[in-house]
Nanobody, 128 residues
Framework: QARLVESGGGVVQTGGSLRLSCAVS????????MGWFRQAPGKEREFVAA????????LYADSVKGRFTSSRDNTENMVYLQMNSLKPEDTAIYSC?????????????????????WGQGTRITVFS
């Protein structure tokens, strides 16, 4: 079992930055691939970014590539999503997710089915 709690959401102007944090309560965190997903009002949840269990590999959606950066601290059981050059279309509820089989899997999933633990989400609003 793992518990995920996101923080860092808020309201920001177009072009601004925010950093999301995800605290993971699990002794096995260092073996988990971690993902970020978002759901905008009236839309399906979509993949944003992911980072491998070791932190050596990352994966990003085309819509955020070059603007968002995922990182992790395995000593603190934390995952981060640095979001720069924010746009109104980034407005959504952002959730972190854990793939407990990440180390065994050997690759990073960009689909919801690849993750078995989820946080409640944190809201980001970007205004123009």
């Amino acid at each position: 079992q793992a518990r995920l709690v996101e923080s860092g959401g808020g309201v920001v102007q177009t072009g601004g930055s925010l950093r999301l944090s995800c605290a993971v309560s699990s002794r096995n965190f260092k073996y988990y691939n971690m993902g970020w997903f978002r759901q905008a009002p009236g839309k399906e949840r979509e993949f944003v970014a992911a980072i491998s269990w070791s932190g050596e590999d990352t994966l990003y959606a085309d819509s955020v590539k070059g603007r968002f950066t995922s990182s992790r601290d395995n000593t603190e059981n934390m995952v981060y999503l640095q979001m720069n050059s924010l746009k109104p279309e980034d407005t959504a509820i952002y959730s972190c997710a854990a793939d407990s089989g990440g180390q065994v899997r050997g690759w990073i999933s960009s689909t919801e089915r690849g993750y078995d633990y989820w946080g409640q989400g944190t809201r980001i609003t970007v205004f123009s």
